[in-house]
């Protein structure tokens, strides 16, 4: 357990310190971040207090979907929002030139992909927000794909009606996600008997050989598991063969 608890404070730091870097480049933020800026915007409080605040209210939103945090997902809540605000307080102020802007932009998407790794790798519960994707899923709203294009043009949307920033970093956070995450899970470990990723999603999806309880009919040869990585296993499948492409 002190491993994973390192690996996840290791992970969620990574990436509150990736929007943080973001946020000083004003090149333009991953969706919930536009949110959570525009929010800031308007009401006077810091960035990283207002992702504290919507976290917690997307986690009252698990309650109807059944679904059961863990100490990742109250983790990701405080220590993201808390990284937020530490690093632009100590990064006070952006680059002074375009190029330095555009290099804060790149590192901050950068950090998420070994964050996300160590995150997802320390296996404590998914965030709030994938938890809400998750469970939408999970009840039949949709698929994750879906759902989670659906949710963060509704949250982008309103973060730039607010006053957030939308640009070339939304754009270029948005394309890179899923491999920069597979990347770095692949390089961890953290699902080496396979993985695909949505790249349109930032999904990453695992696969593993399916095991089945004591007692219940044999799997056939080759069957798998799927599941969104993070979080508890949603709908796993038996399917001869192997899995073309992650269904999301």
Wanted: hydrophobic residues 50%; proline residues 8%; glycine residues 16%.
């Amino acid at each position: 357990m002190p491993g994973r608890l390192l690996r996840l404070v290791v992970g969620l730091v990574l990436c509150g310190g990736g929007i943080a870097l973001m946020v000083r480049a004003n090149l333009g933020l991953a969706p919930w971040s536009v949110l959570d800026q525009g929010l800031a915007e308007r009401t006077g409080l810091q960035i990283g207090t207002l992702s504290i605040i919507t976290g917690a209210i997307v986690l009252t939103m698990w309650v109807p979907l059944r679904q059961r945090p863990g100490i990742g997902t109250v983790a990701n809540i405080v220590l993201i929002g808390l990284t937020i605000d530490v690093v632009l307080a100590v990064v006070d102020s952006p680059p002074g030139s375009t190029a330095g802007r555009a290099a804060f932009m790149l590192l901050g998407v950068a950090m998420w992909g070994p964050g996300s790794g160590f995150y997802i790798g320390a296996g404590l519960g998914p965030g709030p927000r994938d938890g809400l994707m998750t469970g939408l899923h999970a009840n039949g709203v949709g698929s994750i794909r879906v759902v989670r294009t659906a949710l963060e043009v509704v949250v982008l949307t309103a973060g730039w009606l607010l006053g957030g920033s939308v640009g070339i970093g939304t754009v270029v956070f948005a394309v890179t996600i899923g491999p920069n995450v597979q990347y770095f899970l692949r390089l961890l470990g953290v699902a080496p008997r396979g993985i695909t990723e949505a790249a349109e999603a930032g999904t990453v999806v695992v696969e593993e050989p399916a095991a089945g309880a004591p007692g219940d009919q044999a799997q056939p040869p080759g069957a798998v598991a799927r599941f969104v990585a993070g979080t508890r296993p949603l709908s796993p499948m038996a399917e001869p063969g192997p899995l073309p492409t992650a269904e999301t």
